[in-house]
């Protein structure tokens, strides 16, 4: 029938409508996500955009992912995969406001986000009432120990009861080797993580984060294995 001949073109061409005005608004704004660029000379150069959250009170006093005592007051940053010492600037595509942090940390372990700042960081870039905004982080020094980058896994679920974490190991362990529960204490409460597999580059980890994220129905996070220590970093 004529009518639903139009439907049918219309829900077709409404797609590629939301494509080119989402194209659009980007080149307007001057701001669109892009994947991370990865330098020779890793970390330094390293430079990716997207969302950034920050972290205060909760965690204040706990133990960061390099073994530091979490202070928000300082100029600090929760990253998944930078290098732990890994010093960069974060711009907000916001206000404009530039600050310089070092990573010391692991997170944020939310979707669609890149980077948590400190409320000291948070504070210099303006983005304190809003809680989050999209940022532009650019590695530019590393104080880091040479060789100590750890390796990269996927994070694939996160679990209050330690049993299923733990089933789930098990039925990873075939297909990726290394596969373990990482305990992360948290304000709310003990969590225990699942980190599958041991990945030495970024595109051997992220094709794992692809499949895992099809074949376990759920989100696929990548994340840099610094030690065997508890991870502690945000939520």
Not at 206 to 227: F, G, P
Request: charged content about 20%.
């Amino acid at each position: 029938m004529p009518g639903e001949k139009r439907i049918s073109v219309s829900r077709l061409l409404f797609p590629l409508c939301l494509l080119l005005f989402t194209t659009w608004l980007q080149g307007c704004s001057g701001w669109a996500p892009a994947r991370p660029v990865y330098p020779p000379g890793y970390p330094i150069g390293f430079v990716e955009r997207g969302s950034a959250s920050w972290y205060g009170p909760g965690f204040h006093g706990n133990r960061t992912a390099n073994g530091e005592i979490y202070d928000m007051h300082q100029l600090t940053a929760a990253h998944r995969t930078l290098p732990l010492g890994s010093v960069a600037v974060v711009r907000s595509l916001t206000t404009g406001r530039q600050v310089t942090v070092r990573i010391n940390d692991r997170g944020p372990f939310a979707r669609g986000r890149i980077l948590d700042l400190s409320l000291a960081g948070a504070q210099a870039v303006g983005m304190v009432g809003r809680g989050t905004d999209e940022i532009e982080l650019r590695v530019v020094s590393y104080q880091g120990r040479a060789g100590a980058m750890g390796v990269l896994c996927v994070q694939v679920g996160s679990f209050a009861d330690p049993a299923n974490a733990q089933a789930l190991v098990q039925r990873l362990q075939v297909a990726y080797p290394g596969s373990r529960v990482v305990a992360a204490d948290l304000p709310d409460g003990r969590r225990y993580r699942v980190y599958a597999g041991r990945f030495r580059t970024d595109a051997d980890a992220e094709r794992a984060a692809a499949h895992l994220k099809r074949a376990l129905d759920s989100e696929a996070l990548i994340v840099r294995d610094d030690s065997e220590s508890p991870a502690t970093g945000p939520p």
